[in-house]
Every structure is written in C-alpha cells, then in structure tokens.
C-alpha cells in the first residue's frame, strides 16, 4: 500500500503562486507515477497534472499548462505542484495520486488539499 499526504494549500489571491506538496510513504519503490487531480463544488473530478518516475515526462491539462508546473523529488518520496498566476477557476480541493504501471488508471489517492482564489 501507498499513502499520499498532501499540504500546501489555502487561500491565495487571483494571480498569486501557490505551492501544493504530496509526500508519499508506504510501498513508495513500486510508484510509477504520481501526479494531481481537482474538484470544485459541484463538479466533477478532473486531471490536472502528471510525470513519469523520474520526473522526465510530464502532462497537463490545458487549463494549466504554462501556469502549473509538476516536479518530483524522489529522495524525499515527494511531488510539487507549483501554482502560478493562479484564477479564480483553479479554486478546488487538490488530490494527489500515484500510479503503480506507466499507463492506466491511479491506484491510490490522498485525502485533499483545499485551495481558495480570492479575486
């Protein structure tokens, strides 16, 4: 098994930066992947970003890209999502994830971190 903590979030202001942090602990030898999902109120969950092992291949969602950058720091078990010129759009509960193959579904799933826009 494979627990994922996140931290990081709170409220930031419409065009602020905002780190999110997921710490992963556990089996964390056979992680793959890992990356962020988000839900705001009243819709449904959506893919935010992702990267490989070692951090080489990563994708986004275009509501992101250019904005949000993912990186991992293996060491520590660890994956960033730096946030950046931040929009009232991007307000929702953050949900780290890590997968255990190069495709296919995440298999675990952290508890959230909520992230406020103010504008």
């Known amino acids: 098994q494979v627990q994922l903590v996140e931290s990081g979030g709170g409220l930031v202001q419409a065009g602020g930066s905002l780190r999110l942090t997921c710490a992963a602990s556990g089996r964390t030898s056979s992680i793959y992947s890992m990356g962020w999902f988000r839900q705001a109120p009243g819709k449904h969950r959506e893919f935010v970003a992702a990267?490989?092992?070692?951090?080489?291949?990563?994708r986004y969602a275009d509501s992101v890209k250019g904005r949000f950058t993912i990186s991992r720091e293996n060491a520590k078990n660890t994956v960033y999502l730096q946030m950046t010129s931040v929009k009232p759009e991007d307000m929702a509960n953050y949900y780290c994830?890590?997968?255990?193959?190069?495709?296919?579904?995440?298999?675990?799933w952290g508890q959230g971190t909520q992230v406020t826009v103010s504008s």
């Open positions: 994830v890590a997968g255990l193959s190069t495709s296919g579904p995440f298999d675990f």
């Open positions: 990267a490989s092992k070692t951090g080489g291949r990563t």
